[in-house]
């Protein structure tokens, strides 16, 4: 156990060292539950990030020169701490992100998942030999890994979007340093503890929790040994880390924003398309990349669908993730929530109504109701913005080829779902989306065994599936005269 979660709300590790919120500058991490201080965490700057770098180039060589049972073996062990601990570490993640406790535990669940999931990966990596076109000559394509990687991440989901992005690093033999956002650093601590204990080599894998995430990202781009950046967050962030590597021609992965269509045709299951937009839209509050955006509903079911969303809408219960029966908890920040007002309040100007919420929860703080608005249209800020927040804007539509041309129109592509029974408008419809990922009859599709990305501008790059370990490995052709 970590028997005492407060154990880890000081430090953060470094190469082999672990650096103390005392011992220099450092920021409070609060719940956005209760607007209370959980603790205080090192203010890491450029300087720092430049010795975790030169720290994990150091310790990668010895890393990458061990079998990749070896190294699976070490990702297995910390995967079982992971689940050892996985009440405490959802009680962390709970406390630093506001999600309710038992999507907290799933979140754990999914961490460890991937890390599982890179430790078999690690054994599976393959080269190839090519028929050569001279009879003396043997051509081979090896796999190497791709060397020091650093990564930032989201506070949406604190400890997944890390486990999915080291795991892999690691199984492939590099060595990574992350930034956690400042929102949410303790989980990544938390993981980081828990990695050590499973036996990881110093300087593999770094915390460098910081405000200062333009310097940080700045020093991730230009430090000489660096050889990729992953990033999950906003498209515009990820557009400016795209330009800052564009000088040394880095590596990058993107993992970025959506504005998911979520398409219900009128031959759709009524019931299980309800149950997938409340999960969909609904889960962690709307603040997932995935959650759906924009809820197209065709003509002949509309009425009862969007009665029967606001039913289901008004049986949430929104509070402090801690307490028994919640199942919304509050948005991250106050920024966050004047984004969502802004929307509803110009929906309602140009005509959309509000069939269930509509406005700030009688709890205070950052806490929404959890709302459904009809009659919404394409001219709204809602129909091209991603919202991140509990809000569902039910569009009508009459025909296919009308709601795809909708659904298509956003410069985003990461992921759409549909509700519909008819198989050859199955087929139709999941090929004319432009998104990475399709939920045909789900609206839950995130797991580790599949790659997980998106298209236009949702980002570059897969993470999870066979692809995943990929994203970490450099081809190498070999010509050799025999
Ligand atoms: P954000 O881009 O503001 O922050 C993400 C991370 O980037 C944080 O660690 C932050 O500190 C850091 N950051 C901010 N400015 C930076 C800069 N100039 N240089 C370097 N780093 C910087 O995003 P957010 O609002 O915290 O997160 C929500 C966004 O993330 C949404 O758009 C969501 O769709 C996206 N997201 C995408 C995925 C995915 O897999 N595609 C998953 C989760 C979240």
């Not at 995430?213 to 020093?219: L, V, Y």
Request: glycine letters at 8%; a negative charge.
């Amino acid at each position: 156990m970590l028997t005492d979660p407060s154990l880890l709300l000081d430090r953060t590790l470094i190469g082999d060292r672990w650096i103390f919120a005392h011992e220099q500058a450092s920021f409070t991490v609060t719940n956005p539950a209760t607007g209370k201080p959980l603790g205080q965490v090192p203010d890491l700057d450029a300087g720092i990030a430049h010795q975790a770098i030169d720290a994990a180039a150091e310790a990668q060589t010895a890393w990458a020169a061990l079998t990749a049972a070896a190294r699976a073996q070490i990702l297995h062990r910390w995967c079982e701490l992971l689940r050892a601990n996985a009440e405490d570490l959802a009680i962390i993640l709970t406390a630093e992100s506001g999600k309710p406790l038992a999507e907290a535990r799933g979140e754990i669940a999914y961490g460890a998942a991937y890390i599982q999931w890179f430790a078999e990966e690690a054994r599976r990596v393959y080269g190839e030999t090519i028929a050569a076109p001279q009879p003396n000559q043997r051509l081979l394509v090896l796999k190497q890994p791709i060397g020091v990687t650093t990564a930032i991440t989201p506070w949406n989901f604190p400890n997944a979007m890390i486990a999915r992005k080291v795991a892999a690093a690691l199984a492939a033999g590099c060595a990574m340093v992350v930034k956690p956002a400042e929102e949410t650093p303790l989980s990544a601590l938390a993981m980081a503890l828990l990695a050590e204990r499973a036996g990881l080599p110093a300087g593999l894998f770094s915390i460098l929790t910081s405000t200062q995430a333009e310097a940080i990202g700045q020093a991730f781009c230009s430090h000489p040994r660096v050889r990729k950046l992953s990033f999950t967050g906003s498209t515009a962030v990820g557009r400016q880390l795209l330009r800052q590597g564009a000088e040394r021609v880095l590596n990058l992965s993107m993992e970025l924003g959506g504005n998911a269509p979520f398409i219900v045709f009128d031959d759709a299951d009524l019931e299980a398309a309800v149950e997938g937009a409340m999960r969909s839209k609904y889960r962690h509050n709307g603040q997932t990349c995935v959650c759906a955006n924009r809820l197209y509903v065709q003509d002949g079911i509309y009425d009862a669908f969007a009665e029967r969303l606001a039913a289901q809408v008004a049986q949430l219960r929104p509070g402090n993730g801690f307490d028994e029966g919640v199942t919304l908890g509050p948005l991250i920040s106050d920024r966050a929530l004047a984004k969502v007002e802004a929307q509803l309040e110009d929906a309602r100007n140009q005509g959309a109504r509000v069939l269930s919420g509509g406005q700030r929860h009688a709890l205070g703080g950052t806490f929404f109701e959890p709302t459904v608005l009809t009659e919404v249209t394409a001219a709204m800020r809602i129909a091209h913005e991603e919202t991140f927040g509990p809000i569902a804007p039910l569009f009508r539509f009459h025909d296919e080829a009308e709601v795809i041309a909708q659904a298509n129109d956003t410069e985003y592509g990461l992921a759409a779902y549909f509700y519909a029974r008819d198989l050859s408008r199955v087929w139709r419809v999941a090929e004319a989306l432009e998104y990475g990922m399709v939920g045909i009859n789900t609206g839950l599709i995130s797991t580790e065994v599949a790659p997980f990305g998106g298209i236009k501008q949702s980002g570059l790059g897969r993470e999870g599936g066979r692809q995943g370990i990929e994203e970490y490995l450099e081809t190498k052709y070999l010509c050799m005269g025999i």
